[in-house]
Structure formats: structure tokens, C-alpha cells
């Protein structure tokens, strides 16, 4: 279907020169050389730093993170960009904005700003109203800044936890991924910001977890496990671009997939907006896949393929020999028009094609500009999300541990009282400010040893680090094993440091060989057990390690995937019982580094069996996570029968027999008994997280569209099959709360099409 556009639109590609054509296809980042490395090879594009004037001669389309390249004030910024709009208006002939976009995984990554937990720590809290009011309160920041566009969600679906952006994944289900990624889009959209679905698509599957590696996928778990969260991000949110991944797959990559940037996303599932190349990925089809001869062949297969923008800035598409080319072939000049229609009709939508209000905006927001992005209210919304996200893996009883006159906690371990340990490698003062040393963060941030003094007052306190996050220097322990043999109580603090291209432990580029905790930690920790004090373990990590041994010698095992500025006194309120731990697993535990890939979503043969010396069983399963309270399930009851094309429908009762008021995660899971083609043990078919006070009970109605169950049959078509289901209840993905019920298909095959629902509905009372 050829797409439609304004006359206004239509009108101003018509009267563009091929110069001005170009400009808008691509951004400009001003002053990257000063901000460090962060991005994949950044330093071979050189460390020119380009004049603004002689970049937008003839217009431009992006200008690519004037908040998240260095360290300035919130009015600095609007400062720069109510410049750079002025200049395009009296300088330019066609006179259209500039779109400025950023980098907001965690929080706009911005100077002073907010910065709340990765998402694989906000997918723990399983809270889908959480996210939509994280996204909702990052697209105020952006909207106060005059920041147009966002860089995320990260809708890729973990697969091999070795993987260093594991941090900035939400797990390994695509239906959890799907939901909460669709919740994000929604709150930040409903500012006017653009978001973008990235990175499209298979990038979490990159062979042994490295970075950037090739993928070797099967078509068949590329449409089931990797497609879901971006088809829904299309159809149910309404994101704006797409930004596809940097990887290829079966020799194919994605930024020259004509199948997936055209045929799939637009033909399809009907997506109209802009897909943004990642940052220099369109030269690496020329520099790293060797698919162009050129960076003029690069951008012409970017173009054709369906990738509309340059980003960060034009490389490729200011290849003197591309204007030659344009010259000699209508096609490729058809394909920078529609590149510009599309890219000039997601400016109108956001009043960039009038200049002067959008300059009259800027100016009101100059006026305005705030001294800090962190105000009180977005701080609440962190902590409530540091809250919600902390996991409780194990406890023998020692936990919570009240406050009490004379009692000795010794707070030990490399992560124990580093402000830097609680962010990932997108927040700012882990992305930015780790190359701009010196500078402070500006936001008020404790460590979890600084929250547990705050949460322990009356206690003898002790803190000791033993050793860094990564190095051999064991010169700590022994000061460490003395603190820990005069406590009550340990509190060992050990994990990550997120960072970029290997200056971390986890993050952009900080893959890893091994599951076991970095540098000597392990080794700390098994000295500090030995001293026999009661340990509480507590992993402040960007990934899960294999941390089983540890817990099941430890008093108490607490993970925290990077929880964000208020995430110290999230992990001392957990300690103390403040907080009543709610998380739960987005991602499962491995026992080591030799199950890898690793994910719940297997089939039978993906199970632990005899013929195989390796056992996949992991350590602490997808879902799994403790709480104070207890909880039963008074009734659970499902449809005995429902159509092919129609819903099948589950209510429970849950009770909350404990004596302290908390949250419980409904777990509902399904298996396809017979199918064309072998289907996971288990699958994750709804969920629901339900505030349950101590002594109550709530009700909660679950309507599963039959379509949860949908594979790609034997001729790659996504279908509902007739047959036999089972559905139950789970503590988690491993361990059943209450038997299962079959559940008869009845009705023919039928296809899944964009009018199809794919998302459950659910109910409380």
C-alpha cells in the first residue's frame, strides 16, 4: 500500500533540493569527541568536532543528544537548542526544525536528572502501571528540555545472560518484554515525545553473548520469541520509530533487511513512522558486514532496506560519490523521497514544520528552566520502583533484621558503599560523568552502606570493602574477615560496575566469560562465610550470576539489578522489613556458564535428562521470589473449552494469610500438550501483581486470548491450533500452586492477523 502524506508534505518534497533532501535523512552530534566513547567504534569516524553552521547549511533532521554528551545545566540545554532552531530559521531556505532526540533507558540520561532502575530491575517489579508512570514522568523531563525523541525502550529478549546489555533488557519472556515495553511507549508518548523500539531484532541472540556477534537464529524462534515485543510496541503502542539492530542474521543485516525494515514492519503490521539507524551502523554495512563496497553503496542499501535516518550523523549519506549515484538511478532517488516524506510527516506531527512556534516554545521553556531534573515527585516514583524491584532469592529466617541497641553489622564488599554500583551504563553518571571525572552527580544519591546507617540507627556499624568489582588485589581481606568475625550480622555487598566497550563489568560491551562474580569476589565471599557469622548476600548486579553456592551458604540472598538512585535505601528497607520484598525473577539464575544460552521458553529436550552430563536446571528460576507475607490461593478456576479465536478465562482468589500487608505476583502459565511443532514445557500466559493487606483477600480475573498460545507452524505462518491445553497457577516457572486443567481448542487452525488480540485483559477486585 503506497503511503499517504499531508499536501504540506507532499508539497515541501517537491520543491526540495536533493541537498535539503539529504540533511533531513540525517543528524548531526555536536561535541561527541568530548564526551567519550559511547558508542561501538565511535573513535574510527575521528575526533572532528563539526561546525554547526556548515553541518546545517541546507537544513537537518536530528540533533543527536545535547543533553547526554557532557555535563550542562537543564538551561544550557534549552539554550543550545533554541539557538540551533534560530540559526535553521534564518538561515535555511525550507526552514524546518530540528528534531532533537536522547538517550532515556533509565531516565533521560541528562545532567542532574532522575535516574531510575535499569529495566531488568523495573521488569522485576512486574508492574506494568509502574512502567507507564516511569515513562510518563522521563516524558516530562524531556517535554520541560524540548527534547523531542527518546532512545528506547530496548525491547530485545535475553537469551544468553553473558550478553553485556542484558542490564538494559526486560527479561526473557517476550510477553512480559512485550507488555511492559508497550507501558513505557504509552507514558512517554502521551507528551508528545517520540519514542523508539530498539534494537530490531534478534540482538540479545548474538552468538556466545557477545557483542555485535552474528546471530544464528531459526526463522521459526525469530517470529515466536524474538518479534512479539516489536509487533506489539507497532500495534498496541504506537511507537514512533524503529531502530534496528547492529547484528546480522543468516548473512543478512538488519539495517539492510529490505524483509523486516519494509516488508515486515510496514507491509505487515502497518507501522508508519521513521526507522532510525543506530549509531554508525549504516557505514559498518560497508566497514564491519562488508555488504558495500562504500560508504556511498552503504547508504543507498540503508535506503532501499527501509532505514530513513542517519544517526548520529550523516557519514554515509555525505558520500560525494551517493550524489553521482542519486543522478544515475530514479529508484534510489524514489527511495530518499519517501525517506523524507516520512521523516518530514513525524515533524509535522510534533510542530517542527512551524519553526517559529516551536522557537516561541523554547523560549517559554528557557524562561522556566529548572535548577535540577530530579524533582520530589520523580524521586518517589524511583523509590517506589527500587522498592518494587528488589528480589528476595533465599531466607532461613534471619531476615527481616530489626534494629536493636548493641547490634554489629559489618557492611563489606566492593559494591557496599559505591553510589556507582546502583546504575546501569545508560544512566548519566555511569554513560557521561565516568568521562568527565571531577564533576558531581547532582542528584542525591546513597549507598546501600550510607541506607543501612540512615535504616539501622541505633546499630554498630562497620564498612569494609575488601576488594574492587574486578582486579586480584586481595590485599582487603583480611581487615574484611576481622569485621565480619567481631559482627552479629554481615551484610556483604558484591556484583558490577556497569560501564562501556570493557570499562565494566556489565553494560555496552562488557560481556562476560564466566558466570562467576567478577575479579576475586567469589573469593572474598567464601572467607567471609567461612568466618561464621550469619551472611546476608546481597547482589547489586547488571546480569544474574551464578551466585547458588554462596546462597546456600548464606543466611539470606538479596538481588538488585542496578536499582537506580533511591535503590540503597530500597535494599535497606528490605533488610529491616520497611520494605516487603515483591520482586521477582525476569530472567533465570543459571547454575554456570555451560547451560548457556539459557532461557524458561524450552522444549522438552531443553530440559535436564541422562544423556547429557549438564544440568539446566537453574540455580533460582524465572519467577521465582520471597516475600514476608504468605499467600494462598483460595479458588482458582478456568474455561473448560474456548475457540481457536477466542478467550479463555481464569479466576483465583488470593489470600493473605501472613501478619504483614504485601504484593503477590499471579503467575498464570500454559502448555500446548500436541502441536505441528515442538512447544515450550511452559509458557508464561498472564500475570498480575496484586497489594493484598495482611488478612485479606482479592479477586483476580484473568481473560487470555487463545492467540497467547500462537506458534509458526510448518509453513512459517503464525496460527492457533485446535487441541488440548493445559493451564495452572505458578509459585513460579518451575513450581506449580495448584494442579493443572486442561483446556480444550476447539474450532479450526486459525492465522493470527494484526485484528487479532494478543494481550490478556485482567481484573481485581
Not at 521488569?123 to 532512545?151: K, N, W, Y
Not at 560525494?320 to 529508484?331: S, Y
Amino acid at each position: 500500500m503506497k503511503p499517504e502524506f499531508s499536501d504540506r508534505v507532499s508539497s515541501l518534497v517537491a520543491q526540495m533540493t536533493i541537498s535539503e533532501k539529504l540533511a533531513q535523512l540525517q543528524g548531526v552530534w555536536l561535541g561527541f569527541a568530548e564526551g567519550g566513547v559511547v558508542a561501538p567504534e565511535m573513535d574510527t569516524v575521528g575526533d572532528d568536532k563539526p561546525e554547526f553552521e556548515t553541518v546545517a547549511a541546507d537544513g537537518l533532521g536530528h540533533l543527536s543528544r545535547v543533553f547526554g554528551t557532557k555535563p550542562i545545566t537543564p538551561a544550557q540545554g534549552i539554550s543550545n537548542l533554541l539557538g540551533y532552531q534560530r540559526w535553521v530559521a534564518a538561515n535555511t531556505r525550507c526552514r524546518i526544525g530540528l528534531l532533537a532526540h536522547e538517550e532515556c533507558l533509565t531516565g533521560l540520561t541528562a545532567w542532574t536528572a532522575t535516574s531510575y532502575p535499569t529495566p531488568l530491575a523495573s521488569a522485576a517489579a512486574f508492574d506494568p502501571e509502574l512502567m507507564h508512570t516511569i515513562g510518563d514522568a522521563i516524558g516530562q523531563t524531556m517535554s520541560r528540555l524540548g527534547v523531542h525523541q527518546g532512545l528506547a525502550p530496548v525491547l530485545d529478549v535475553t537469551r544468553d545472560v553473558r550478553w553485556g546489555r542484558v542490564e538494559e533488557t526486560m527479561g526473557e519472556d517476550p510477553y512480559v518484554v512485550a507488555t511492559l515495553g508497550m507501558e513505557y511507549i504509552l507514558g512517554i508518548q502521551s507528551h508528545g515525545i517520540l519514542t523508539t523500539a530498539k534494537h530490531f531484532a534478534g540482538y540479545s541472540g548474538a552468538a556466545a553473548g557477545r557483542n555485535l556477534a552474528p546471530v544464528h537464529v531459526g526463522p521459526r524462534e525469530f517470529q515466536d520469541v524474538f518479534l512479539p515485543p516489536f509487533e506489539v510496541a507497532v500495534r498496541d503502542g504506537g511507537v514512533a520509530s524503529v531502530m534496528p539492530a547492529y547484528v546480522e542474521i543468516d548473512g543478512v543485516p538488519m539495517h539492510a533487511s529490505h524483509a523486516l525494515l519494509t516488508d515486515l514492519i510496514r507491509g505487515d503490521w502497518g507501522f508508519t513512522g521513521t526507522v532510525l539507524a543506530d549509531y554508525f551502523a549504516v557505514a559498518f554495512l560497508a566497514r564491519q558486514h562488508g555488504v558495500a563496497g562504500s560508504l556511498a553503496d552503504a547508504a543507498a542499501l540503508a535506503l532501499f532496506a527501509g532505514v530513513d535516518v542517519e544517526l548520529p550523523a550523516g557519514e554515509s549519506l555525505n558520500d560525494p560519490a551517493l550524489r553521482v549515484a542519486i543522478d544515475d538511478d530514479p529508484e534510489l532517488a524514489a527511495a530518499i523521497d519517501l525517506a523524507v516524506s516520512r521523516v518530514l510527516a513525524q515533524k509535522e506531527s510534533i510542530g517542527l514544520l512551524d519553526i517559529d512556534t516551536e522557537i516561541a516554545r523554547l523560549e517559554k521553556l528557557l524562561a522556566d528552566a529548572p535548577d535540577s531534573l530530579d524533582p520530589p515527585e520523580h524521586r518517589a516514583i524511583a523509590a517506589r520502583a527500587a522498592e518494587e524491584s528488589v528480589i528476595l532469592l533465599e531466607n532461613k529466617g534471619l531476615l527481616p533484621l530489626a534494629d536493636r541497641p548493641g547490634l554489629k553489622l559489618a557492611i563489606i564488599g566492593p559494591n557496599a558503599d559505591r553510589v556507582e554500583a546502583l546504575f546501569g551504563c545508560y544512566s548519566f553518571i555511569n554513560h557521561v560523568l565516568m568521562n568527565n571525572p571531577g564533576v558531581e552527580a547532582r542528584i542525591d544519591v546513597q549507598s546501600v552502606a550510607s541506607a543501612i546507617k540512615s535504616e539501622y540507627p541505633q546499630a554498630d556499624i562497620t564498612v569494609v570493602a575488601g576488594c574492587d568489582v574486578r582486579g586480584e588485589d586481595r590485599s582487603g581481606f583480611g581487615q574484611a574477615v576481622a569485621a565480619a568475625a567481631d559482627a552479629d550480622v554481615v551484610v556483604l555487598v558484591v556484583g558490577d560496575q556497569a560501564g562501556l566497550f570493557g570499562r565494566g563489568t556489565s553494560g555496552e560491551g562488557c560481556d562476560a566469560e564466566s558466570l562467576e562474580l567478577p575479579g576475586v569476589q567469589g573469593d572474598l565471599a567464601n572467607k567471609i562465610i567461612a568466618a561464621g557469622t550469619p551472611v546476608v548476600l546481597v547482589a547489586v548486579t547488571g546480569r544474574p550470576y551464578a551466585i547458588g553456592h554462596l546462597a546456600a551458604q548464606a543466611a539470606a540472598t538479596v538481588q538488585a539489578f542496578f536499582p537506580g538512585e533511591m535503590g540503597g535505601q530500597a535494599v535497606a528497607g528490605v533488610l529491616s522489613g520497611r520494605v516487603n520484598p515483591s520482586g521477582h525473577l525476569p530472567v533465570s539464575v543459571p547454575p554456570s556458564v555451560a547451560v548457556l544460552p539459557y532461557s524458561y521458553l524450552h522444549p522438552v529436550l531443553g530440559d535436564a535428562n541422562n544423556v547429557s552430563a549438564i544440568d539446566t536446571t537453574p540455580q533460582f528460576c524465572f519467577g521465582h521470589g520471597l516475600s514476608y507475607a504468605t499467600f494462598e490461593y483460595d479458588m482458582f478456576s478456568v474455561s473448560s473449552s474456548a475457540r481457536t479465536d477466542g478467550w479463555i478465562d481464569v479466576d483465583v482468589t488470593v489470600h493473605n494469610s501472613g501478619l504483614v500487608d504485601g504484593a503477590h505476583l499471579v503467575q498464570l502459565y500454559g502448555h500446548d500438550v500436541v502441536a505441528s511443532v515442538t512447544r515450550p514445557t511452559r509458557q508464561l500466559l498472564a500475570y498480575q501483581r496484586v497489594d493484598v493487606p495482611a488478612g485479606s483477600r482479592r479477586s483476580v480475573h484473568l481473560r487470555v486470548p487463545a492467540a497467547r498460545f500462537a506458534l509458526t507452524d510448518l509453513g512459517g505462518r503464525r496460527v492457533v491450533e485446535p487441541g488440548a491445553l493445559e493451564v495452572w497457577l505458578g509459585h513460579d516457572c518451575d513450581h506449580p500452586a495448584t494442579d493443572k486443567v486442561v483446556v480444550e481448542l476447539t474450532g479450526g487452525v486459525v492465522s493470527v492477523t494484526g485484528d487479532t488480540p494478543r494481550l490478556a485483559r485482567v481484573s481485581v477486585d
